[in-house]
């Protein structure tokens, strides 16, 4: 079983999921005035169906969530899972829900 790690790299405005050391998936945000827009995620070919960009997502929600900023799911697999899992959506400012 390979080893799966999470990180966030904020100077990349990025979080990784990485096997083993090797980078399989990513979600893309832009930052400002208190709120963290995703603009992409993406999950190697090899590695999709597994669940990882699921993981991913949720990952870096909760840690959005935690550092006290706001949601903006321009990507629509962050908006997918926003909308699958209704705990996240206070994270979207109300004007901003659809």
């Known amino acids: 079983m390979p080893e799966k790690t999470i990180v966030h790299l904020p100077d990349q405005s990025r979080y ?24 992409h995620t993406e999950t190697d070919r090899e590695h999709r169906g597994q669940g990882l960009a699921a993981e991913l997502v949720e990952f870096a929600l909760r840690d959005t969530e935690e550092a006290g900023l706001r949601v903006l799911p321009y990507c629509w697999y962050v908006r997918d899972q926003i909308a699958a899992n209704p705990r996240y959506r206070h994270l979207v400012p109300e004007r901003d829900r659809g």
């Open 16 to 39: 990784e999921l990485r096997l083993d050391g090797d980078v399989v998936g990513v979600a893309d945000y832009r930052q400002e005035d208190g709120v963290r827009a995703f603009t």
